[in-house]
Nanobody, 115 residues
Framework: QVQLQESGPGLVKPSQTLSLLCTVSGHSITGDTGYSWNWVRQSPGKGLEWVGAIRGDGATNISPALRRRTSISRDVSKNQYSLQLSAVTPEDTAVYYC??????WGRGIQVTVSS
């Protein structure tokens, strides 16, 4: 059974970098290019927004709207992948999810950007 779990700080100050970690169990994040390991967010009162993804071969794809500020990387030894979003503003306040396809989603982590 594939499980994903987000972790990271719940509060980030404006202009700082938001860093989140997704720990995956039940499936390796490497090798299988058929799987993409995604970050998705949902801001208050808005729909889901795809942030970006890393494939099994390590290639990344980032939303054009966030590309300047976003990086996604992985630690294959720990079967984890991470999100870094720089220069955050209150508009980056959201529940952040890690997900693979429509079937496997983490529970989400609330991140608030506030001083």
């Amino acid at each position: 059974q594939v499980q994903l779990q987000e972790s990271g700080p719940g509060l980030v100050k404006p202009s700082q970098t938001l860093s989140l970690l997704c720990t995956v169990s039940g499936h390796s994040i490497t090798g299988d290019t058929g799987y993409s390991w995604n970050w998705v967010r949902q801001s208050p009162g808005k729909g889901l927004e795809w942030v970006g993804a890393i494939r099994g071969d390590g290639a990344t794809n980032i939303s054009p709207a966030l590309r300047r500020r976003t990086s996604i990387s992985r630690d294959v030894s720990k079967n984890q992948y991470s999100l870094q979003l720089s220069a955050v503003t209150p508009e980056d306040t959201a529940v952040y999810y890690c997900a693979s396809g429509s079937r496997y989603w983490g529970r989400g982590i609330q991140v608030t950007v506030s001083s």
